[in-house]
């Protein structure tokens, strides 16, 4: 069975007034499979960035 991440890849959103937290108002979402995530990060991170370098925190 494939894992499959519902990843927002476009989305709006707005400050209420007197918040300075910003609330998602809409977005536009896609499937994206999670082996598919996980290369793209280690690829672009890097393995130490992910995993410390094998170290425990």
Do not use: H, Q
């Amino acid at each position: 069975m494939d894992n499959i991440c519902k990843i927002p890849i476009a989305a709006t959103f707005t400050v209420v007034k007197g918040s300075t937290t910003p609330v998602m108002t809409s977005a536009e979402y896609a499937d994206i499979p999670a082996d598919l995530i996980a290369r793209f990060l280690l690829e672009k991170c890097g393995v130490d960035a992910i995993f410390n370098g094998g170290e425990a925190d």
